[in-house]
């Protein structure tokens, strides 16, 4: 059974950076499609950042620019680096991978 466990969300000032990790176990990442999404409060998730397929990412044009995703395939972990955050980045942000979601880490973006 795929398990998803996130890490490194927290509070940064706006134009900070974070770094979210995603570690799977369960099935290797080798391959399949995976992605970040958020959640802000009172809003649907939406998505973040995505891996169609290896050397294909697909990013909305709320955080084009200053997101980035990649995957360390021997780690099997998946990471969603952060530049120049703003307070409307500020939600839960969950992975997703073979059909599972991680239990969500809080970013908040506040001075």
């Known amino acids: 059974q795929v398990q998803l466990v996130e890490s490194g969300g927290g509070l940064v000032q706006p134009g900070g950076s974070l770094r979210l990790s995603c570690a799977a176990s369960?099935?290797?990442?080798?391959?399949?499609?995976m992605g970040w999404y958020r959640q802000a409060p009172g809003r649907q998730r939406e998505l973040a950042a995505l891996?169609?397929?290896?050397?294909?990412?697909i990013y909305p044009d709320s955080v084009k620019g200053r997101f980035t995703i990649s995957v360390d395939n021997a780690k099997n972990t998946m990471y969603l680096q952060m530049n120049s955050l703003k307070p409307e980045d500020t939600a839960v942000y969950y992975c997703y991978f073979y059909g599972r979601w991680g239990q969500g880490t809080q970013v908040t973006v506040s001075s």
């Open positions: 891996i169609e397929r290896p050397g294909s990412t």
């Open positions: 369960g099935q290797s990442f080798n391959g399949y499609a």
